[in-house]
């Protein structure tokens, strides 16, 4: 809460911040990704350890609101991982990320889900690293990605070309 009594102290209002998080722009193809599972009635769910605000605005600014079941607050995203698979087993895992806090929740995902990490930040280094371990600890197929229609090409074949980018 630091943050907020700062910019508070600043000058800064709750809707100045809102204003400020619906101007940042989405990483390059997750909103055609996010809606072509929606349409395909995946269970979508964001495992961020952003402020649960500053998600859910993001999400209504970009039109994605209504695609994701729920943004879980500031967390461990190992433990929600295992809360939401514990619920149900699902048919397909798909894990995209690029932080050093994903790779804790990957090490727990099945042989056959996908970890999607981002080519150049610390998730694709690190499974990098434990892939050549002589003891793995992700036992995930991994499909790195610059720019996230990698991973729309990957689950949905050809439907890159009938999505309005």
């Known amino acids: 809460m630091h943050v907020f009594e700062h910019a508070y102290s600043a000058g800064l ?3 100045d ?3 400020c998080i619906g101007c940042m722009r989405p990483t390059p193809g997750v909103k ?3 809606a072509a599972c929606a349409e395909e009635g995946w269970h979508i ?3 961020s350890d952003a402020n649960t605000v500053f998600v859910e605005h993001w999400l209504k600014v970009n039109g994605l609101r209504t695609a994701c079941a729920r943004c879980p607050p500031n967390l461990c995203k190992k433990s929600a991982l295992l809360q939401w ?3 149900a087993k699902y048919e397909k895992y798909v894990y995209c990320g690029d932080g050093r806090n994903d ?5 727990v995902l099945p042989e056959h889900a996908i970890v999607c990490p981002r080519m150049g930040y610390p998730l694709h280094d690190l499974l990098k690293k434990d892939s050549s371990s002589s003891t793995p600890l992700v036992k995930a197929k991994i499909l790195p990605w610059v720019h996230l229609t990698t991973v729309l090409d990957t689950l949905y074949p ?6 309005d980018m």
């Open 158 to 163: 050809g439907r890159i070309g009938r999505i």
């Open 17 to 19: 911040i809102l204003q």
């Open 13 to 15: 209002s709750r809707d």
């Open 103 to 107: 790779f804790c929740p990957v090490t």
């Open 85 to 87: 698979t514990s619920k």
């Open 45 to 47: 769910v964001i495992i």
């Open 32 to 34: 055609e990704l996010i």
